[in-house]
DNA sequence: TCAAAAGTGTTCACGTTACACCCATGA
DNA sequence: TCATGGGTGTAACGTGAACACTTTTGA
């Protein structure tokens, strides 16, 4: 492979900052590393770019071998450089971001990786500048969420006004009217109201909404108004 | 330096999109480029990131050697890593938005690095993919620029109203209402009234403001009230 | 005194919030 | 029938948009 003369070169990883949703409270996906330096020790799921892929391309290549799923909702978060981030060589990585149905996830690979959710109370001390990641991730979330429709990602295909709300009252660690949250999540036109009930939660049951995917673009700034007081809270 | 086995390796680069604003329209900062392949071609200005630095180092670093100014507005953009988007050798460059104020720009270093200011509709064809990171700028800025004071620091340290208006329709191709948007702007109390006016635009004068960096930390939020119909423009 | 740009005031409509209320149903 | 959570109604309030109006001053 051709080089620039005198001109440096580096490793390059992704690493993807995975979050799920259990119905109560958003959880992310880490594993324990295989691999010298720190192995064994808690790291997000990552690997090198290889020379005939792009950073999206490693980044999704590095999900399916997690999740054994495809077509995740994957966004770029940020590129970490430090020289000194990896002691033992270095590697400059570029972050991504993950929302995943959490039923979806098939545990049949987790033992291969040493898979496991933990809640955002109890995210252990990561490797290299892991826990920064997860940080700027979530910050992220939050900004992104307030204007576009991006948590549906985290859900199943059919979900309730009130497992929303939760979700949402989740990443913006605040509590919603469920009314205003119910009107307003309407207005939208996003969601299209299934004739079934989740009868799991209460006695009355609560209807099933699906996300309208041909109303999806048209309406995705709405979402704006979503978040009460979002200036407060992005 | 060591090196995981059998990991490749690639040049990483930084690449600056540097906005400046000349009191009517959006610039942006060009270069030829000295260094094959497309040599002479027009270009962002961008270097590659040292073993010793950050790629927030290393575009400060590049930012000074072109503009001879330290401490510029930067924000990490995105990172682009398609396998072939430099036909040379395999790069991973890091973009980064640069916001400036125009005047403080020294010329004395534009002719080592011919660099030249475009207006945003004049852009000619760039090098690379530096076309599109170009235009993931503009839309991040406007995006940003919704919620978070940002774009003052195209301005001088002392601006008009009128001056502001104009930079923010500028950056949101849409004419906003004087009336609202002085309104709007100075309750967010970022502003500071100096007693002293700008005569050249008018023959009342517009009176001076400064940024309140005291309050600047506590009202960032407030912007989301300056873009009229923000959700229809981010 | 007029033109032109800066800046202020006022109205109306609409979105948001808070909170009271009704509904459905299993135990 | 009652407790529980799902869902609806509504009045008070605040904000944004539109636009008419006043101010200032050089020509």
Redesign the interface.
């Known amino acids: ?4 003369p005198q ?6 990883a992704i690493d993807c900052i995975v979050f799920g949703f259990d119905g109560q409270q958003m959880q992310l996906l880490l594993i324990k590393r295989g ?1 010298e330096p720190m192995k064994g020790k808690w790291s997000l799921m990552g690997g ?9 391309d490693a980044a999704n290549r590095v999900l399916k071998q997690l999740t054994g799923l495809e077509g995740i909702y994957l966004e ?1 978060l ?2 970490f ?3 000194d981030r990896d002691p ?5 990585s ?1 972050a991504y971001t993950a929302l995943i149905d959490i039923k979806q996830y098939q545990q049949q690979l987790t033992d291969d990786y040493q898979a496991a959710w933990f809640s955002m109370k109890e995210i252990p001390s990561l490797i290299f500048d892991h826990n920064q990641m997860v940080k700027m991730a979530r910050q992220r979330l939050r900004y992104k969420a307030a ?1 576009h429709p991006v948590l549906f990602e985290l859900l199943p295909q059919k979900f309730t006004l009130p497992v929303l709300q939760n979700l949402f009252e989740d990443v913006y660690e605040t509590e919603f009217d469920k009314g205003n949250f119910s009107r307003k999540m309407l207005s939208t036109g996003l969601l299209l109201k299934q004739t079934d009930k989740d009868k799991t939660g209460s006695k009355k049951g609560a209807f099933y909404y699906k996300l309208d995917k041909k109303h999806y673009k048209k309406n995705f ?2 979402l ?2 979503i978040v009460p007081n ?3 809270l ?1």
Chains 1, 2 share one sequence.
């Open positions: 492979m051709p080089a620039y001109v440096s070169t580096y490793h390059v691999l090198f770019v290889q020379p005939d892929e792009s950073t999206d770029q940020h590129s450089s430090a020289p033992f060589a270095r590697t400059i570029i204007s700034h709405q704006l108004r979002a200036h407060e992005i």
